[in-house]
Every structure is written in C-alpha cells, then in structure tokens.
C-alpha cells in the first residue's frame, strides 16, 4: 500500500458524460501528478500540481481539467466522454522530485 | 521529443533463470531514471538512479545506469513466480516536472 488513495475504484459511463476523479496523496507529499493508462499507449502524463499550483502539463486534453485543493487532495475531471478515453487512470504523489508513489488507479469504461 | 525505449517488449523465462531487461533514454535534460514495477494494478517503486556505475540492489533485483551510452538494465537473478509482472523504466526530466515512461516489459515466468 503506497498511502496515495484514489476514488471511485472502477467507473462505467456513457458518451458525452462527465467524470470527476479523486485522490488524496500519501501525508506530507506536496505534489500530485495525473496519468492515463491504456492498452496501446502505456502510461501518459498528463498533469502535475505543486501545493495548489500546475506546475507541469502532459498531453493532457482540452476536455480534461484537473485541480488541488488546499487540504492537497486533487481531482482530475473529464468531460463530453469519448470510447477512447476509456483507460486506468492513476494519481501519484511525492516530496522528492522523482521518486512518485502511485494509488490504486481508476479503471474508466465509456460506452 | 523525450523517449524512453524498453527491450524486450515481453519475455518468457522458467523459474531460476536470470533475466536482463534493457531501457535506452533519449531526453533534453537527464535527471534521474526509475525502475516501477506493476503487477494488477498500481505500479510499485523499485529503484531510482542518478549516477552512472553504481548499483543499487534489493534482494534479488539490481540494476546500473549507463549515463555516457543512455542506457541502464534491471537484473533478476533466480527468478521466481512472483517476479511476474511488467517491468516499466521512466526518466525524469530536469524542469520539467514530469516522468516520461517507457512501453514497459512484459516478464512472465513459468515454474
């Protein structure tokens, strides 16, 4: 268990929906960072935030949007949902520059 | 554009044997290199590295970066069932807060 928690576990949804993840980073680690997993594209960042502020973006979407908030948990949105948006979807935190320790993942099914 | 590049993509050994896994980088501004490994679902840390030749061991696992030849290997000695798992290398990048993630090696051993 890397203390960084995510929610939901698994979510179906369909096209053109609207999705809010959640993760809580492990105590004590400021940053956040945001990946997509998918069968054919590996992992991919897509965002990263430092004590509230983006510090660094990936190919993160214009549908997708995330933000942190001052208690440091942080929320990855996703919206007008496409069948290929479909994918694990993983939060990691850390207090080093490099060494990020990943939650459980989101798995995101569109239909 | 940073790359990361893992080989081989998937490999089948039997129980005992020693395994090698190979990650070349190409990236502006080198700052350190990480070995994860995933097995259902989060990936779980395994090593960070930063200086070339030195190796950094746990247990059966060792691994040595190469920054002169941008490469650094992941060694498994007696291979065990519990060793499989995808193997994944990722190199984090001076300013630009981010890791950028190989495809990943797929090991598999057979008892």
């Known amino acids: 268990d890397s203390g960084v928690t995510q929610t939901p576990k698994h979510l179906i949804t369909a096209t053109g929906q609207r999705v809010t993840l959640r993760c809580s980073p492990r105590s004590g680690d400021l940053s956040v960072y945001w990946y997509q997993q998918s069968l054919d594209q590996g992992l991919q960042f897509l965002i990263h935030y430092y004590n509230g502020e983006e510090r660094a973006k990936g190919n993160i979407l214009e549908r997708f949007s995330a933000q942190q908030f001052p208690d440091l948990h942080s929320e990855l949105n996703l919206s007008s949902l496409e069948l290929g948006d479909s994918a694990l979807y993983f939060c990691?935190?850390?207090?080093?520059?490099?060494?990020?320790?990943f939650g459980p993942g989101t798995r995101l099914t569109v239909l | 554009e940073d790359k990361v590049v893992q080989s081989p993509l998937s490999l089948v050994v039997h129980e005992g044997d020693t395994v090698t896994l190979n990650c070349s980088y190409e990236v502006t501004n080198f700052r350190s290199l990480l070995w994860y490994k995933q097995e259902k679902k989060a990936p779980t840390f395994l090593f960070m590295l930063t200086s070339s030749g030195i190796e950094k061991k746990s247990g059966r696992l060792s691994s040595i970066l190469d920054k002169k030849e941008l490469f650094s290997i992941l060694n498994i000695t007696a291979t065990q069932t519990g060793d499989s798992a995808v193997y994944l290398c990722?190199?984090?990048?001076?300013?630009?807060?981010?890791?950028?993630f190989g495809q990943g090696t797929r090991l598999t051993i057979n008892p």
């Open positions: 990722a190199v984090g990048v001076q300013g630009a807060q981010k890791l950028v």
């Open positions: 990691a935190s850390s207090t080093s520059a490099d060494t990020q320790y």
